[in-house]
């Protein structure tokens, strides 16, 4: 079973699979893409809403990357529902593919090159340089803007 995110629907992903997307990904869509979906959907493509607790989990291993502030409601009920149907996330963006990595989920990407490692972000302050594990809206040493680096 494929989760196809909205790059799916751009980029025309076509699979002999079983395929299922959330409803947030048809609002994303517009004109071609949109009718792309509704095609594939009366064409079998199942709709899934995700359970609270599966949204919870996502957002838990989103904090614990640093991908929280990455990524988006729609991207954060793809993954729970891939994690919910253990099936393929379907994507091209590289914060959900950490995510899902972290998950031990599967992520076939469609017009890039998928992560080849996992990443667990930090945050530097622009002003003083400390690093914090978590992201804050400021630094809490001096109160400049923190910017997501990678830890290697």
Not at 113 to 137: A, K, L, Y
Request: glycine share 6%; net charge negative; proline share 5%.
């Amino acid at each position: 079973m494929r989760v196809l995110d909205t790059s799916a629907f751009i980029h025309e992903y076509t699979t002999d699979d079983p395929v299922v997307s959330v409803p947030e990904v048809h609002d994303e869509l517009q004109g071609e893409t949109a009718l792309r979906f509704d095609a594939m959907e009366g064409s079998g493509m199942t709709i899934h809403v995700p359970a609270p607790e599966a949204v919870t989990n996502v957002q838990r291993a989103a904090r614990g990357s640093g991908d929280a502030a990455e990524l988006s409601e729609t991207d954060v009920r793809l993954i729970a529902t891939a994690l919910e149907l253990d099936a393929t996330l379907v994507t091209d963006d590289y914060a959900m593919q950490n995510v899902a990595e972290r998950l031990d989920l599967g992520v076939e990407p469609i017009a890039r090159d998928g992560i080849t490692e996992e990443r667990e972000w930090r945050f530097q302050c622009v002003g003083c340089s400390r690093t914090f594990e978590e992201n804050r809206e400021r630094c809490p040493i001096c109160g400049s803007d923190l910017t997501r680096k990678n830890p290697a």
